[in-house]
T-cell receptor, first 114, second 115 residues
Framework: EPEVTQTPSHQVTQMGQEVILRCVPI?????FYWYRQILGQKVEFLVS????????KSEIFDDQFSVERPDGSNFTLKIRSTKLEDSAMYFC????????????FGPGTRLTVL | GDSVTQMEGPVTLSEEAFLTINCTYT??????LFWYVQYPGEGLQLLLK?????DKGSNKGFEATYRKETTSFHLEKGSVQVSDSAVYFC??????????????FGTGTRLQVTL
């Protein structure tokens, strides 16, 4: 069964550094999402992406964040200058075009900012 | 805006006990409703869903019925197992928020099942 994959599983970085989190969505899916979960808290929506542009973004998704689909398979989340409060689990998700509203999640990348 | 409210955890049950995790929602339109499960150290897995009023989603012995009149989507299982220990998230997807239909999650309810 196809699945969403994410790399790395754990990323440790110093405050102020740039990080790129990578995701490979399910191959025939066209909607892509990033969510984050700060330890012990709820899962929060960051951004959705369709047709090579952002469809919607939350208040969390400020100028420090960007997303990109650099090729036909990868979907990346870049944090330009990490802050301590960016420490969280970041989940990528993808969805088929119109046949279903179900989002399929990857296993997540745990980001630790020191 | 849309919101999901779940009962506070943790919920601790003995094996074979009956489980109910309450979930209520607020949405502007007619959302689809989901239960996701997160096992220790893993990501989110879709457990079940319902897309319209009175629909019942079911999977692995879990059930939830979309109740529009009470804006609820309570999760139930007749006999829990130790392997059901996980965090359960109720979520909604509101098509009125746009075609991308982001998910809005509840806070999650941790279930601990003991022998």
């Amino acid at each position: 069964e196809p699945e969403v994959t994410q790399t790395p599983s754990h990323q440790v970085t110093q405050m102020g550094q740039e990080v790129i989190l990578r995701c490979v969505p399910i191959s025939n899916h066209l909607y892509f999402y990033w969510y984050r979960q700060i330890l012990g808290q709820k899962v929060e929506f960051l951004v959705s992406f369709y047709n090579n542009e952002i469809s919607e973004k939350s208040e969390i998704f400020d100028d420090q964040f960007s997303v990109e689909r650099p090729d036909g398979s990868n979907f990346t989340l870049k944090i330009r200058s990490t802050k301590l409060e960016d420490s969280a689990m970041y989940f990528c998700a993808s969805r088929n075009l119109v046949t279903t509203d179900t989002q399929y999640f990857g296993p997540g990348t745990r980001l630790t900012v020191l | 805006g849309d919101s999901v409210t779940q009962m506070e955890g943790p919920v601790t049950l003995s094996e074979e006990a009956f489980l109910t995790i309450n979930c209520t929602y607020t949405a502007t339109g007619y959302p689809s409703l989901f239960w996701y499960v997160q096992y220790p150290g893993e990501g989110l897995q879709l457990l079940l869903k319902a897309t319209k009023a009175d629909d019942k989603g079911s999977n692995k012995g879990f059930e939830a019925t979309y109740r529009k009149e009470t804006t609820s989507f309570h999760l139930e299982k007749g006999s829990v197992q130790v392997s059901d220990s996980a965090v359960y998230f109720c979520a909604l997807s509101d098509p009125n928020t746009g075609t991308a239909s982001k998910l809005t999650f509840g806070t999650g309810t941790r279930l601990q099942v003991t022998l």
